[in-house]
């Protein structure tokens, strides 16, 4: 059984930085892939971002520049970092695992795991 916890949502001005954390236990291998995703309000869950065991990332071009995206093994934990939000980015973001480290590092239906997710807020 996998559990993922995430943390670090709010609320904050347009241009402002968020991180977000993710703490994951139970069976989680040091081989698998973990990502970020988001639903915002009417539209369809996205994948933001994803990182594999040795560190490579991948970014949605919308996030690309302004998040990072980081994982410590040791803790298992995830993390992402994100400055100058837009208008654009508030949304429930979610933490994930892809066991098999899918190709379709985007797409929902490649993550086994979910955490239940965080409000992320940006004002005007």
């Known amino acids: 059984q996998v559990q993922l916890v995430e943390s670090g949502g709010g609320s904050v001005q347009s241009g402002g930085s968020l991180s977000l954390s993710c703490a994951a236990s139970g069976d989680i291998y040091a081989s698998s892939c973990m990502g970020w995703l988001r639903q915002g309000p009417g539209k369809e869950r996205e994948g933001v971002a994803a990182?594999?065991?040795?560190?490579?990332?991948n970014y949605a071009d919308s996030v690309k520049g302004r998040f990072t995206i980081s994982r410590d093994n040791a803790k298992n934990m995830l993390y992402l970092q994100m400055n100058s939000l837009k208008p654009d980015d508030p949304a429930v973001y979610y933490c994930?695992?892809?066991?098999?480290?899918?190709?379709?590092?985007?797409?929902?239906?490649?993550?086994?795991?979910w955490g239940q997710g965080t409000q992320v807020t940006v004002s005007s």
């Open positions: 990182i594999d065991s040795s560190g490579s990332t």
């Open positions: 994930a695992v892809d066991l098999y480290c899918s190709a379709s590092w985007w797409a929902p239906l490649a993550y086994n795991y």
